[in-house]
């Protein structure tokens, strides 16, 4: 994951549009909630690109497997709580109105039977009426990337970053090596990562939801074009 580029994260990001998704995000909860609080836990919170234009309407809190990105978090969104663990088995130990689980992050358990279990904790932390929000990363028959080039570039006053990757797929799993050139005042530094994704079907995500005892839609589009899968909690 990423074990080396925490403090990049945002700048290689820099194109995502996280005041308008998360305003996407508001006007699906606010049509299918029913519960009556306002709790909502980012799962996958990465450094809080989400919570930062959530938190004046909900009562925010995040979690994450990453330690560093969890110290990135901390600093840039002061009073909120973040919380490290792993999605596919993380106790809070009480529920929320709210839980989302963006930007792919999903991918990362891998296999359908983590997908499940994934979807069962996070759904275990819903109150009745609440809404559970999931990005999915592509499916087996939507991936076109097997060994495709991808390039992203950063560049700010104090740092210019080039990330190259190259991909390819093992069954259901997509993996990716990157390979980071990043200078700053102190120098160049070059290091790599390795990335592995699970490419998980609508019925996989849909028997997953029901499993979980929730009701589920699809959106097609959702907020990138990876489409959503949102949960909700019967009453």
């Not at 519960?35 to 959530?54: F, K």
């Not at 939507?142 to 992203?152: E, F, H, L, S, V």
Request: with cysteine; aromatic share 10%.
């Amino acid at each position: 994951m990423f074990t080396k580029s925490e403090a990049f994260y945002d700048a290689i990001y820099s194109w995502k549009k996280y005041e308008r998704e998360a305003a996407q995000v508001r006007g699906i909860v606010k049509s299918r909630k029913r519960s009556e609080g306002n709790a909502l836990l980012d799962v996958a919170c990465g450094t809080g690109g989400h919570i930062a234009y959530l938190r004046d309407e909900f009562a925010v809190e995040g979690l994450d497997l990453d330690p560093k990105m969890l110290e990135i978090a901390r600093t840039r969104h002061p009073g909120v709580p973040f919380h490290h663990g792993d999605m596919v088995d993380f106790d809070l130990g009480r529920p929320f109105d709210v839980v989302i689980c963006l930007f792919s992050s999903i991918g990362y358990v891998k296999t359908a039977t983590r997908l499940g279990q994934a979807i069962a904790t996070m759904a275990r932390h819903l109150r009745p009426g609440g809404v559970l929000v999931v990005e999915p990363y592509f499916s087996p028959t939507t991936w076109k990337q097997d060994r495709m080039p991808g390039a992203n570039q950063a560049e700010q006053p104090d740092l210019k970053l080039v990330r190259m990757m190259v991909s390819s797929r093992e069954g259901t799993v997509a993996k990716f090596d990157l390979h980071y050139l990043v200078g700053t005042p102190v120098g160049v530094e070059y290091f790599t990562e390795r990335h592995e994704l699970g490419l998980f079907t609508a019925e996989e995500y849909r028997a997953a939801f029901a499993a979980a005892g929730l009701d589920v839609d699809h959106d097609e589009h959702g907020l990138i074009g990876r489409g959503l899968y949102i949960g909700t909690r019967p009453i």
